[in-house]
T-cell receptor, first 113, second 114 residues
Framework: NAGVTQTPKFRVLKTGQSMTLLCAQD?????MYWYRQDPGMGLRLIHY???????AKGEVPDGYNVSRLKKQNFLLGLESAAPSQTSVYFC????????????FGQGTRLTVV | GDSVTQMEGPVTLSEEAFLTINCTYT??????LFWYVQYPGEGLQLLLK?????DKGSNKGFEATYRKETTSFHLEKGSVQVSDSAVYFC?????????????FGTGTLLAVQP
């Protein structure tokens, strides 16, 4: 079972470059999330989606955009990367039923220089 | 808004010691509560959960009880092992509507020494 797969696992960007992180899940989950993890800050929600074609802002959305054109995929885009976006990014998915847990990908370590 | 507060780490214990990691929450309604564990270089995995007041979640020797009166969900283990060294996150899931977010605490690093 693949579960939640993130691509790529590592990336180094120069300031101002753009990139897209891909999250794919094969569990037919309705909800998908993008978090960033920084030392001492825990996981902070960037954007989330409650279904195909719908997205919403989380706690720290500035500088990021997302799209959910297919139910199984959730893309996170950085249009103009900044050093402050150096972080580990995690995608998660869960069903739309109450009280269910989320499943996480392995993470993407992004460094912006 | 909803929030989770957990004790700061790192927590350093000797093998076979008793573990408690405190977690308190603020939420409207009746959230579900979770503990996740993150081993080095990996994503988060569910450790245990509780979905209503007085429920006890348990897994791999870890336990946590959903205490609505104290808005707490403290994680405990009677005898830790070196293999338990990881970061532990307390989380809650909001109780209503389509915006069923997962809110995480800042994580607590546990280091168990042989």
């Amino acid at each position: 079972n693949a579960g939640v797969t993130q691509t790529p696992k590592f990336r180094v960007l120069k300031t101002g470059q753009s990139m897209t992180l891909l999250c794919a899940q094969d569990m037919n989950h309705g909800y998908m999330y993008w978090y960033r993890q920084d030392p001492g800050m825990g996981l902070r929600l960037i954007h989330y989606s409650v279904g195909e074609g719908t997205t919403a802002k989380g706690e720290v959305p500035d500088g990021y955009n997302v799209s959910r054109l297919k139910k199984q995929n959730f893309l996170l885009g950085l249009e103009s990367a900044a050093p402050s976006q150096t972080s580990v990014y995690f995608c998660a998915s869960r069903t739309d039923k109450l009280n269910t847990e989320a499943f996480f990908g392995q993470g993407t370590r992004l460094t912006v220089v | 808004g909803d929030s989770v507060t957990q004790m700061e780490g790192p927590v350093t214990l000797s093998e076979e010691a008793f573990l408690t990691i405190n977690c308190t929450y603020t939420a409207t309604g009746y959230p579900s509560l979770f503990w996740y564990v993150q081993y080095p270089g990996e994503g988060l995995q569910l450790l245990l959960k509780a979905t209503k007041a007085d429920d006890k979640g348990s897994n791999k020797g870890f336990e946590a009880t959903y205490r609505k009166e104290t808005t707490s969900f403290h994680l405990e283990k009677g005898s830790v092992q070196v293999s338990d060294s990881a970061v532990y996150f307390c989380a809650l899931s909001g109780s209503g509507g389509a915006t069923n977010k997962l809110i995480f605490g800042t994580g607590t690093l546990l280091a168990v020494q042989p």
